[in-house]
């Protein structure tokens, strides 16, 4: 079986841990904070390429399943709904950081499962 271009398990956890502190740290910590951990995206998309270079593209889904959207539109609301709680201690970064990384995970696993579940089932 081939290697496919998904990206690496490790590649989604580092991503995953980098947008969990962009999104606890807003409006607690200076914007030079912020700029300076979303400047750490683009060496994160550098090794993204070169773990991704020379392997085969995956087969593109017609259509995104309806699994896959929920887990979207709940990615977007928890992050959206995550900027009414404003953190006015470090104590309080740390515990919205945490739900923060539990639900995004959720979602981030969910819709690679439901990419993979359309995906095999299309293939049929």
Not at 18 to 38: D, K, Y
Not at 45 to 66: D, E, F, I, Q, T
Not at 77 to 95: H, N, P
Request: a positive charge; aromatic letters at 10%; charged letters at 10%.
């Amino acid at each position: 079986m081939p290697s496919s271009r998904e990206a690496p398990r490790g590649f989604m956890l580092v991503l995953l841990v980098l947008l969990t502190t962009i999104i606890a740290l807003l409006n607690f910590v200076s914007w030079s904070v912020i700029l300076g951990l979303s400047a750490l995206l683009v060496p994160l998309g550098l090794w993204y390429y070169l773990a991704s270079r020379g392997k085969p593209a995956p087969r593109p889904a017609p259509s995104h399943s309806g699994p896959y959207m929920a887990y979207v539109i709940l990615l977007l609301l928890a992050m959206q709904s995550s900027r009414f709680w404003e953190v006015a201690s470090w104590g309080e970064a740390g515990v919205k950081w945490l739900v923060l990384f539990v639900v995004l995970g959720i979602c981030m696993n969910g819709m690679a499962s439901a990419t993979r579940k359309n995906r095999a089932q299309q293939s049929v």
